[in-house]
């Protein structure tokens, strides 16, 4: 019992005295996009199920969110509708 109080006593001098061996992590920051964020707003709507699941299919096809697939899809129409006005 002695000799496992002493390797104990042991083991904690030796811990206290030793520096650590396994590397420390570093953390650095994820580098933001040069180009400048846009304010956003939230948008709710409605579209019909077959819509949606067709965005859905693209998006995991094309690896793109529904939110970009969204955006470019509105920025295409109204690009569109202020070339004919």
Not at 9 to 30: N, R, Y
Not at 36 to 41: G, H, N, S, T
């Amino acid at each position: 019992m002695t000799d496992y109080k002493n390797k104990l006593g042991g083991l904690a001098d030796k811990l206290k005295k030793d520096a650590p061996k396994t590397p420390i992590q570093e953390v650095h920051p994820i580098r933001q996009s040069a180009a400048l964020k846009e304010d956003e707003a939230q948008l709710n709507v409605w579209i019909p199920k077959s819509l949606l699941k067709r965005m859905k299919t693209y998006g995991v096809e094309c690896d793109t969110s529904l939110k970009d697939i969204s955006i470019d899809a509105l920025n295409s129409f109204l690009d569109g509708k202020s070339k004919k006005a």
